[in-house]
């Protein structure tokens, strides 16, 4: 009995510790790949946060008036940015969402450098982004220029780094305008191009701006003269105008995709810069020996309103969220610079 009881004890024990020692070498057996593998989704998750360019955080700016082109941080260069294209008196959200196109845009400008910028990525005009150096920008806003700057500042420091991507790839058409008709454009129906982030929207509420209506009125041999010398094939006459123009269709926003006058069948992007009304979307009166234009909204139409960003800052809504309103399934990323 007492051998058997030895026995049982003997055994009691070796069982023991087997239950404490097994279970480190069953851990220690487990495939040597197992928590890399999770480091590996780590690194991958962080880096699907990121959008890589190459280069440092330096762009180069072509100064038209100075006819030469200087090395300017991005993110003050963005500032300056922001200073030009949307009032200082915006809501700071609004800023923000500024600060995040124009960086996106300058950052797409690496790959596809501006064709009049002489050696630089972008020029500092309108058919890039308008800057207006800091000094410059503050003297023209009077007594004001100190506190408009700090509140620019704040809504591009706030955002540093951040932008726009698609399908984890950077925007690279990060279209915005001033004034919409209530309701955003397709790209492809103002540019011919299907861009799957540049998409109508509903932009309320920017009645209050002041360029949401607008009138144009040109003497019909004037507009005659013009038309014919900006499109051959009109072959325009002042007899009988009503009947040699056409509206041959309109975008689901408003704005004309296409208008016969005469012989020639113009885009209505075309066609408002020809003769410079404020947008696409108009109609229009023959009346005595004038052609009156009215139209809704200021600008392409395409992207971002501004003023309906400023709209929806003033409503309480964040940046992130007007981005996302207005540029159809984008996420927000954080430029990573491998110089």
Excluded at 29 to 41: G, I, R, V
Excluded at 62 to 68: A, H, L, N, P, Q
Aim: hydrophobic share 35%.
């Amino acid at each position: 009995m007492k051998k058997d009881f030895q026995s049982a004890a003997i055994l009691s024990a070796i069982i023991l510790i087997f239950m404490i020692i097994a279970p480190s070498f069953i851990i220690k057996a487990l495939p040597a790949n197992d928590t890399s593998e999770k480091d590996d989704e780590k690194v991958e998750s962080e880096e699907n946060n990121y959008i890589n360019l190459s280069g440092t955080d330096t762009i180069k700016v072509y100064i038209t008036k100075e006819d030469k082109v200087v090395d300017i941080k991005i993110e003050e260069y963005v500032k300056s940015v922001v200073s030009g294209e949307m009032p200082a008196s915006f809501g700071i959200e609004a800023l923000k969402a500024q600060a995040v196109a124009a960086r996106t845009y300058v950052a797409a400008k690496r790959g596809r450098p501006c064709d009049i910028a002489k050696g630089g990525d972008v020029c500092d005009t309108t058919h890039c982004q308008v800057y207006i150096g800091k000094e410059e920008k503050i003297a023209k806003w009077d007594g004001a220029g100190q506190e408009n700057w700090d509140k620019i500042s704040k809504a591009v420091d706030e955002t540093k780094g951040i932008v726009l991507s698609y399908d984890k790839e950077l925007v690279q058409y990060p279209q915005f305008f001033s004034t919409s008709s209530g309701k955003t454009e397709n790209s492809r129906d103002v540019f011919s191009g299907d861009i799957p982030y540049l998409v109508s929207t509903e932009s309320t509420g920017e009645e209050v701006a002041p360029r949401f209506k607008g009138e144009l009125s040109l003497n019909i041999s004037d507009f005659v003269e013009k038309i014919n010398s900006k499109f051959q094939d009109a072959k325009l006459t002042v007899n009988n105008l009503s009947e040699q123009i056409e509206i041959v269709s309109r975008s689901d926003a408003g704005g004309i995709k296409e208008i016969k006058i005469g012989g020639a069948t113009i885009r209505g992007l075309d066609f408002r810069l020809a003769i410079g009304l404020n947008s696409t979307n108009f109609q229009y009166t023959i009346s005595n020996n004038e052609i009156i234009f009215e139209s809704k909204g200021y600008g392409h139409g395409v992207g971002m309103s501004q003023w309906g960003a400023n709209i929806m800052s003033k409503n309480g809504s964040e940046y992130n969220s007007i981005l996302k309103h207005y540029y159809t399934g984008v996420e927000l990323k954080e430029i990573k610079f491998n110089e």
